[in-house]
């Protein structure tokens, strides 16, 4: 490379860095944040005062030897250490559920007394727990908490969990309050607001009725097609929203209703900026509802975390060493089906398994696998306590012993440094961010994979064999002619490597000895060059929705953008992110496209411009029959929402569920106020499509609340 496109490429760099707001992008392109979750009760005690409040007294355990007690971290406590947070590069908090928690203590089989210490039993989702705030349940300490976390440029996402209340039989029995006004409880429902269904067990956790309708571990389950139940959570959400809440992990939607969740992240997006990102449990692609799982992640909104490249990151990294084709294959299957597989959320760990340690107590591996997830595609989350090598390894580690309290703050050890300066690589090329990922060198042990976003490219060199070096030979990549040093400046033992000039791409990469145990990263960042895209966010949205476009080169002069050939409002314009309104076109899919104040075009970007506001209906066809055993009914009609009339299992709405065979039924999300047409077809395990007979069905979606709508099945 000549010398002045290097200077160009190295004054660039400099505008890219000086130009980077201190806050970051706005929550909508979470693609640039590195995500630390923390289980606010066990992370630091900054208010003694709030450990043992007297509405839910006795369920503090000063000794810290009850696991599944309350031991003292508050939201006091996190802002405490944003500084340290900070320092480590993380930008994002995911915290526990703040809202108000169970208040009694539900002894467990064994007489010992249990409490809500991880939030997932809500009582009042518009206030927050006393444990973690203040005795009379106010906003205060969380508003500090979100104020602080701002000023250090940290983004605070909260852990929200709609599916269900408190424990169904003992303890509150489900009770749920309305600030705390009493709404409801299990035991006594007159109006609806539960499903009473079992417990889900068995081939249950895969029947797309029971995982949705069904009970989880015993907890009140709510009735979303309430319309008061669906207004409460919408307005429990929108209350953290104007409490500046940047993000919601959504708890357990594989087990909420599917469309109604749709409704949900249209509702938080019509109010404002936000990134949302759901727990949707499954073992790998191969689990029987992964398909649904992509489908609701590309069609609703809200993103995922991959847990799917979990598994394999645990095996690859951890006691059974599976090779590294383990990764590579689940990055190729997500790339083809996820739209946004950017947006998905990696972890290596969290609250619910044993922590990395716990499996394999190897610093080493441990360092790879958090290397390889700050670098590769999606969005790393670090569970709290990784960079203090924290584990407790009581039966095998798992929840709650995967759950012990921060051991410490120290801002010396490798991890906490390496999650600083991969952090700082992901604010500085967007190959990381928003590049794909391919695979250039692979072997059992050694995985060397290329992120390339335009002409930024990162490449990553793996060795996770402890004692053999591999010589590397015929290793191409992307990166220009030259010779680079390791980004990681040999904190995980990386080297340098020469570069020649080859083509098409594949530059040759001087043959070199990886050795054992070590990680290299090597990038470049280019000089100036046309707008490019790299994120969208929401991914969909009617008129008016803000949407949140980022990626590099849109300069500082306001140009335009375009959804399809519509002009859209811009509200706000910088070199890497512009907020543009949804223009009012017809629904349907635009591609997206930015032009600098040049005249030069972008890349261009998948957005789905909804017909209106969303509202969840239930649609129930009767007596749909006859299907074999493989056959699915599904809705289709005339909006985006609807499918645009598509026949194909991703394109329609479904598949349908049929508790009450031959009737079927689902709940969906359309548009309000607006007169849809559609009708039911039946898509056969061989992919044969059969149209229900006659006119097409008509109905007008409410304008507020939630619609029910039952037809025949047309012969
Ligand atoms: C998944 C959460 O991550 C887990 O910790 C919790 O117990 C269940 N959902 C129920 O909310
Ligand atoms: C084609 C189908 O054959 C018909 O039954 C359906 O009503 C229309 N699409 C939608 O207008
Ligand atoms: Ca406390």
Redesign the pocket.
Known sequence: MCKLTRRLSAITLFLSIFFQPLSGALAADFKREVIYQIITDRFFDGNSANNNPSQSAGLYDATKTNWRLYWGGDLQGIQQKMSYLAGMGVTAIWISPPVDNLNTNIPDGGGNPTASYHGYQGRDFKRIEEHFGNASNSWTDFDNLVTAAHQNGIKVIIDFAPNHTTQNNAGEFGALYDNGVFLGNYTSDPNGYYHHNPNISGGGWDDRYQTQYYTLFDLADVNQEHPTMDAYMKASAQLFQQHGADGFRIDAIKHLTWGWQYTLANSIYTYGNSFLFGEWYQGGTSDPLYHDSYKYANKSGISMLDFPLNTAIRNVFGPSNAAFSAIDTVISQEASNFTWDEDLVTFIDNHDMARFLSINNNNNRLHQAMAFILTSRGIPCIYYGTEQYLHNDTAGGTDPYNRPMMPGFSTSTTAYQLTNKLSTLRRTNTAIPYGSMSQRWINSDVYIYERKFFGNVVLVAINKNGSTGYSIGGLNTSLPAGTYADYLTGLLGGLSITVSSGSGGNNPVSTFTLPANTVSVWHFVEGAAAPQIGSIGPTLGQAGVKVTIGGKNFGSTTGTVKFGTTTATVTSWSPTQIVVNTPSVTNGNYNVTVTNSGGTVSNGIQYTVLTAKQIPVTFTVNNATPTQVGDYIFLTG?TVELGN?STTWDGAVGPMLTPNYPNWFLNASVPAGQTI?F?FIKIAANGAVT???G??HQYTVPTSGTGFVTVNWQY
């Open positions: 005339n009339w047409q009708k149209w229900e007979a006119s097409n």
